[in-house]
Structures are given as structure tokens and as C-alpha cells.
């Protein structure tokens, strides 16, 4: 797996949301998470502890509530039972 950037919908200032991933195989095999983290980038270069996600089967989701204006990244990073390390991250605007 590689490490891709989605852009994702935008964000108002002081709102809090739940943003997330689905992830997939390409030989169609079920996906086996067996962790899974994420941390917050802001525009100013700031970045959060690593805090540990939310799995749900394939899906992996964090509730963020960014405390400034501009674009962020939302990385996370998820470890399957093969072994194998997946970092997406999710690039938002929040106004």
C-alpha cells in the first residue's frame, strides 16, 4: 500500500467532525487492520501527538476539531495483520 492524499471536504472554525478512510485491496482480499493512528497538521506547522484511531472493519475515522484557519492534513497511519503500513492523509480547508 501507498501513501496517498485526498482532498476533503472543508470545515467551519470551532466545528468538530468525524473524517475517516476506507481501505481496500486490490486483489480483493478483506483488509485485517490490527492498528491504527492519526495526527493533525495545521496551517502553522503544528502537529499532534499521535492519537490512536477509530477501526471499524476496513474503515478508520478520528473526530478532529482544528483550532485555526487555512489548510490542514489529517495523516493516518494504519498497520494490517500482514504487516504491511498504509498513510493516507486527508488535506481539508477550515475557514
Not at 490542514?72 to 480547508?93: A, M
Request: net charge negative; glycine share 8%.
Amino acid at each position: 500500500m501507498s501513501r496517498n492524499i485526498i482532498q476533503s471536504k472543508g470545515m467551519l472554525l470551532g466545528e468538530r467532525l468525524i473524517k475517516g478512510i476506507e481501505l481496500s485491496r486490490s486483489d480483493g482480499l478483506d483488509v485485517s487492520i490490527l492498528e491504527a493512528t492519526w495526527t493533525l497538521k495545521a496551517p502553522s506547522g503544528s502537529v499532534s501527538t499521535p492519537a490512536p484511531a477509530v477501526i471499524d472493519g476496513s474503515k478508520v475515522s478520528a473526530l478532529i476539531e482544528p483550532t485555526e484557519t487555512g489548510t490542514h492534513i489529517l495523516e493516518f497511519t494504519v498497520t494490517l495483520t500482514d504487516g504491511q503500513i498504509d498513510k493516507t492523509r486527508l488535506r481539508f480547508d477550515v475557514q
